[in-house]
Structures are given as C-alpha cells and as structure tokens.
C-alpha cells in the first residue's frame, strides 16, 4: 500500500540554523509533491509545490528538493526562527484530479 | 471573508447523534475537499467536488458519512448516528482549479473539531 514518511515526530533546533525535514515515500509514484505548514487549531497553510520533473523549488529562505529515484523530498529552512515552529507536512498526488496524500507530519521547534 | 471559512469551530456530539458541518469556500473556486485529521495525524481525503459535482467519495468510512454541494459553492458534511471513532477535526480545502488541488495551492478552513462523548 501506499506509505508517506516524514522523519521524525519532532526536530528541535536553535534559532539560525538550518531545520532540514524529510519526506519518503513507497508504492508511489506522485506527479506532485506538496508541503504546508499547520499551527496548532488551525488548517494546514501551502507553503510550496514541486513537480517530478523539478529538482529545486525555492522561496524566500524555504528550499524543497524533490528526488524521484531515492522516492524523497527534503525541506529546508535557513536562518530559522522561533516563529517557524510549527508542525510541517508533505503532501504528494498522483496526477491533477485527485486529492493530497499526507504524511503525519513533523512538529519542528526552533528555540532562541 | 476572504478566506475558507467553516462552521461550527467546535461541536459535542452525544454518541448516535446527527451532526452537520459547514464549509464556506473562497469565492469561485471549483474544486472543494472534505479531510479527517486526527490527533497526531495528517489529514486523510474523505470526499471531492467540482462544482456541485461529487467527482470522489472514495475516503468517506461508512454510508454514515454524507457531504452535498447542491450549489456549487457551500458545502455540508454529514455524520448520521456519530461514534467515538468519528471525534476529529474535519478540514475543508478549496482550490479555482476544477481538477482539484494536486498541482495548485490549496486553502484549508481552520476546521470544525467533533467530539463524540
């Protein structure tokens, strides 16, 4: 059956180094690959989205990566800060017309 | 508003209860989702519409489980008879692409959180 992995539950790191987060996936093969970022009672906000055939996306101090042979994506975070303590999920679909697969998510927390 | 907006934020359900949850998606978007999230989890698809079209209902558990969008825009998600099993909160995302939100941003509600007792 299809299987999303992020890393771990939790990342706990200091205030301007860089957070780096995991994303797997088994029996998959996803055309899309989504990440957003879910504060406590509130809804996942979208963060960014890259396509299998992209290597990078960029944004401001977010990067994703997107490796379709190692079936991964890492998400980074420079220079981070207490605000960016949140939870992070990946989401991945198979092709336009069909709905987000999660995984559970990593609680990242950046202490100063 | 200019957001999804959902309603009620909270709602208690006496076990065997009916309940109805509210979406009000952004203005003109096609696309709507129905998600179940439980503690600790990500949230899991229950149901998709383009416009009032019912295009998936594949992830919803049990024909408890009912969601409509007679008119293209708000959208009710019903539980028939609610279990324990059912406590969640329920999320609901829109998109202004009609096939839905794999290769765009999708907006989430800030979800209705049920509890059954």
């Known amino acids: 059956s299809q299987k999303i992995e992020q890393n771990s539950e939790a990342l706990n790191i200091q205030e301007g180094k860089t957070a780096t987060l995991t994303c797997n996936y088994t029996?998959?093969?996803?055309?899309?690959l989504q990440w957003y970022r879910q504060d406590p009672g509130r809804g996942p906000v979208f963060l960014l989205l890259?396509?299998?055939?992209?290597k990078e996306k960029r944004k401001e101090r977010l990067k994703v990566t997107f490796d379709t042979t190692l079936k991964q994506s890492l998400f980074h975070i420079t220079a981070s800060q207490p605000a960016d303590s949140a939870t992070y999920l990946c989401a991945l679909a198979h092709q336009a017309g069909t709905a987000l697969i999660f995984g559970k998510g990593t609680t990242l927390s950046v202490s100063s | 508003g200019a957001g999804v907006s959902q309603s009620p934020r909270y709602k208690v359900a006496k076990r065997g209860q009916d309940v109805a949850l509210r979406c009000d998606p952004i203005s003109g978007h096609v696309s709507l989702f129905w998600y179940q999230q439980a503690l600790g989890q990500g949230p899991e698809f229950l149901t998709y519409f383009q416009n009032e079209a019912q295009l998936d209902k594949s992830g919803l558990p049990s024909d408890r489980f009912f969601a409509e969008r007679p008119e293209g825009s708000v959208s009710t998600l019903k539980i028939q008879r609610t279990q324990q099993e059912d406590s969640a909160v329920y999320l609901c995302?829109?998109?202004?692409?009609?096939?839905?939100?794999?290769?765009?941003?999708?907006?989430f509600g800030q979800g209705t959180r049920l509890t059954v007792v």
């Open positions: 029996n998959y093969s996803p055309a899309y």
């Open positions: 890259i396509r299998e055939n992209e």
């Open positions: 995302a829109s998109s202004k692409r009609r096939f839905g939100t794999a290769n765009t941003e999708a907006f």
